[in-house]
């Protein structure tokens, strides 16, 4: 595995720490990288925006575009601690990103409490994404999400 990968997967870990430790949202994190650049980050904020968008893959998206003063991100990979939901995911290709690396799965964020594989069945799944994802980074993933699921006082999606 890239070791470069693996940073960047571990900084999404960070983003997605700072905002369960500070009651945003849920265990995701997002960096986006371009040319080897951090162009982008960012963590859910559903609970502290009061926002059901707020997804970590979404704030990064918005953080880079402005990063850059572009709405296009062509060439651009993300790093996400889980697999993005259909409304990130579809986020991440409107956007132009090139590459989706994730950590957790679909099946762990359900884990967790989160609802993503009821929205993925009735979009049909991704079998046919397998070029455009790709996971990595699985274990320090679920020692975010085992992290996530020791607070005792966050919110059931």
Not at 31 to 41: E, L, S, Y
Not at 86 to 99: F, Q, R, V, Y
Request: glycine content about 10%.
């Amino acid at each position: 595995m890239n070791e470069k990968k693996l940073e960047y997967m571990k900084m999404a870990v960070e983003q997605a720490q700072e905002g369960i430790h500070n009651g945003h949202g849920g265990p995701f994190g997002s960096i986006i990288v371009k040319d080897g650049k951090i162009i982008g980050r960012g963590h859910n904020m559903v609970l502290k925006n009061t926002d059901s968008t707020a997804h970590g893959e979404v704030v990064a998206i918005r953080n880079a575009e402005q990063e850059i003063n572009s709405y296009d991100l062509t060439g651009a990979e993300i790093y996400t601690t889980g697999e993005p939901c259909p409304m990130c995911l579809a986020a991440c290709m409107w956007a132009n990103i090139s590459k989706v690396y994730y950590g957790c799965t679909i099946d762990d964020n359900e884990k967790i409490g989160f609802r993503d594989a009821k929205f993925d069945h009735l979009l049909g799944g991704r079998t046919k994404m397998s070029d455009y994802l790709e996971q990595i980074g699985h274990e320090m993933c679920l020692e975010l999400f085992d992290e996530y699921n020791d607070i005792t006082d966050r919110i059931i999606y």
